[in-house]
């Protein structure tokens, strides 16, 4: 049920963004860094006024350092976190029990920033599940994704 509240404010979120003007300038240069082993760019406003709210923006495995969100959510005053998993590229070889860890770092990150104090989750085609799944694990901790119905099982270090 919580779940399903987030995802409507997520929904209504993009919404109201499409509808608003811009309130500040995107990022002209934003800030390539790591998280451990992920590639991450972090996008900030140029101007307007300190953002509080984060985007954690990723697909699956696809390149999503310079996705249109990234650039797009920073001119409405929004923070973007934006990075690539560990499976970059390399569909074949994505073990799904490990892409939660990768959002978490990815998740930390955004929340280590100055004034944020709230982060959403944004998942496009590959990433919507991906996104899912770590909100699940990160409300129900691994037993989520553990037990004899499940063909694959994670570890407790989700």
């Known amino acids: 049920m919580k ?4 995802l409507l404010f997520a929904v209504a979120g993009l919404a109201v963004l499409t ?10 240069h934003p800030e ?5 082993r992920l590639s991450a760019a972090l996008y900030k406003p140029d101007s ?15 390149n999503y350092l310079n996705h249109i969100a990234c650039r797009e959510l920073p001119r409405r005053g929004f923070l973007a976190v934006c990075f ?9 070889q994505v073990r799904w ?20 104090s709230k982060v959403i989750l944004f ?11 770590y909100q699940a694990v990160a409300e129900k901790g691994p037993a989520y994704c553990q037990g004899r119905n499940k063909l694959v099982q994670c570890g407790d270090d989700l």
């Open 3 to 6: 779940a399903t509240y987030r």
């Open 19 to 28: 509808i608003t003007p811009g309130v500040s300038v995107a990022q002209s």
């Open 32 to 36: 390539y860094i790591t998280l451990g």
């Open 48 to 62: 307007g006024p300190a953002p509080h709210v984060a985007f954690v923006i990723a697909h699956r495995t696809a």
């Open 84 to 92: 690539n998993t560990r499976f970059q590229n390399n569909e074949a």
């Open 97 to 116: 029990e490990e892409t939660a860890l990768d959002v978490k770092a990815a998740v930390e990150f955004a929340r280590r920033q100055p004034g944020i």
């Open 123 to 133: 998942g496009h085609s590959g990433g919507g599940p991906l996104m899912s799944f």
